[in-house]
């Protein structure tokens, strides 16, 4: 499966930007993530989501902030990201992967076999 993402773009901070990750083929077996990269630091888990779409999971620096949600029949899958700061700053990523057993791989980028090319974010203080 391929992955792209668009959406980003330039914001001021306490702004709001979507941005959405279209998959080539089928994700509905799929665990979908966002992860982000700032200049020299290393990848961070943004959000994930099960196939199902029943439940979610965040990292705590955009826990009450950003949404993650998916639309299997679009093959898309979608991060609203509200009350955006200048430390949210960076290339937000999709991945996907097949689902495995449980959840606590959701976090660790070196389970997903399926990278986007990445969207930059810019929020401007």
């Known amino acids: 499966v391929q992955l792209q993402a668009s959406g980003g773009g330039l914001v001021q901070a306490g702004g709001s930007l979507r941005v959405s990750c279209a998959a080539s083929g089928r994700i509905g077996s799929y665990v979908m993530a966002w992860f982000r990269q700032a200049p020299g630091k290393e990848r961070e888990f943004v959000a994930a989501?099960?196939?199902?779409?029943?439940?979610?999971y965040y990292g705590d620096s955009v826990k009450g902030r950003f949404t993650i949600s998916r639309d299997n029949a679009k093959n898309t899958v979608y991060l609203q990201m509200n009350n955006l700061q200048p430390e949210d700053t960076g290339v937000y990523y999709c991945?996907?992967?097949?689902?495995?057993?449980?959840?606590?791989?959701?976090?660790?980028?070196?389970?997903?076999?399926?990278w986007g090319q990445g969207t930059q974010v810019t929020v401007s203080s």
């Open positions: 991945a996907g992967r097949v689902a495995r057993y449980g959840s606590t791989w959701y976090s660790n980028p070196g389970s997903y076999d399926n």
């Open positions: 989501i099960p196939w199902s779409g029943s439940s979610t």
